[in-house]
């Protein structure tokens, strides 16, 4: 079983920064593509980002293309994703997924974090 804690959220105002950290536990972090997911309010759940599991690769939503960044660190267990250029629409809750598998996806995430709030002021 896989834990997984988000942390890094907050208010920023639009145009500023954010990183945000996603701790494993429980199992062997690299065996495992990771992503990033958020619901806005209002909206369902959207991918926004993923890594494989020795972080060789990145898949982006075209929404968040060359404003974040995922990346991860296998020696601390952790994921991240570094939100630049942020805008109000980036407001949601931010949630990262653990996959057994090389690669990552838009879906079929078998771990899920509990959230970090984002909120960006216009």
């Known amino acids: 079983q896989v834990q997984l804690v988000e942390s890094g959220g907050g208010l920023v105002q639009a145009g500023g920064s954010l990183r945000l950290s996603c701790a494993a536990s429980?199992?062997?972090?690299?065996?495992?593509?990771m992503s990033w997911f958020r619901q806005g309010p209002g909206k369902e759940r959207e991918f926004v980002a993923g890594?494989?599991?020795?972080?060789?690769?990145?898949v982006y939503a075209d929404s968040v293309k060359g404003r974040f960044t995922i990346s991860r660190d296998n020696a601390k267990n952790t994921v991240y994703l570094q939100m630049n250029s942020l805008k109000p629409d980036d407001t949601a809750v931010y949630f990262c997924?653990?996959?057994?598998?090389?690669?990552?996806?838009?879906?079929?995430?078998?771990?899920w974090g509990r959230g970090t709030q984002v909120t960006v002021s216009s």
């Open positions: 997924a653990a996959k057994f598998s090389i690669g990552p996806s838009t879906n079929n995430y078998n771990y």
């Open positions: 429980g199992g062997t972090f690299s065996s495992y593509a």
């Open positions: 890594i494989s599991r020795h972080g060789g690769r990145t």
